[in-house]
């Protein structure tokens, strides 16, 4: 058979049996990790339920990669090049073992996902291990070392506007993804999803200042500190709660406000997941909101939802669902 005759290749398709099991590892490092979002999962439908878990999954991975402290910078940006690597194969029809790119790409196939928003996730995420460019470093909190972190204390943004791309690439992406799942025609849900997902992650920053300067990252941007006369510096030992209050009230203002975009979303997107929207939403906002009750004292121990309070909102789902 001369080369020019030779059939084309035909991309890989997995077996059933292959994408059972798949969608089956997904669901369990969504049920097991997925804190908040496990809970709005649950009043989809089986089909985008799963879609998501394999999002989630994939996000897991990146956020794993980024956080691993046994690597350093420069290898855990290679082990995230090479996953994503491996991700563009996959779409490509290239045969592969891993569960978590089997699951993602029949949900991307499935759901017309665009490749760039998965693109865009992976990439939010290397922001967090990409080397600090010096210029940027405008103060001296920017050189002090941070006793025990992987990296020195840095505040990463000088602007909320910078902020903000940050902000698009983890979370307002997910928004995007999340609407292909639940399904919608008019563009104006895009926007609305953008800002959902900037609330969101506005919510989950301000509960994990102590967490994440533990790791080197300091997400207030540098402009708000310095507004309320703070530094990265005063992040070192044991931060005054009454001193941050002011600056975690800013950034909760602007995340209230971004909460309206999804109040606004609902009527875009389909019936059956507008309840599964709905628990997203509440779940996150009653969140920020037993922060503020607590004055949004972040630092004495972590404030989260019990598992009481979210089922609580999980079965107002249901009844929405059923009604």
Partial sequence: MTAGAQPMAVPWTPAPAQLTMAYSVCRGITRSAAKNFFYAFLVLPRHKREALCAVYAFMRRCDDIADD???SLAERRRKLDTWL????????????????LLALTDAQRRYIIPAGLLDELAMGTAMDVEAMDVESATNEDAAQPLTGAASPLTVQYKTFEDLKIYCYRVASVVGLVCIHVFGYRDPAAESLAEQ????????????????????????????????????????????????????LALEAGRAREFYKAGDALMP???????????????????LLEKIAQRQYDVFTAKVTLSVGEKLRVLARGFLQRLT
């Avoid at 994440?212 to 309320?228: C, T, V």
């Fill in 69 to 71: 402290s046994t690597l």
């Fill in 268 to 286: 875009y997107i389909s019936e059956d997941s507008q309840p599964a929207l709905w628990v997203l939403i509440t779940i996150y906002r009653n």
């Fill in 196 to 247: 959902c997902g900037l609330a969101f992650q506005l919510t989950n920053i301000i509960r994990d200042v102590k967490e994440d300067a533990g790791m080197g990252r300091i997400y207030l941007p540098q402009e708000d500190l310095a507004r309320f006369g703070l530094s990265a510096a005063e992040l070192l030992s044991r931060p005054d709660p009454a001193r941050f209050r002011p600056v």
């Fill in 85 to 100: 690597d491996a991700l563009h194969l996959a779409q490509q029809g290239q045969p592969s073992d891993d569960p978590i």
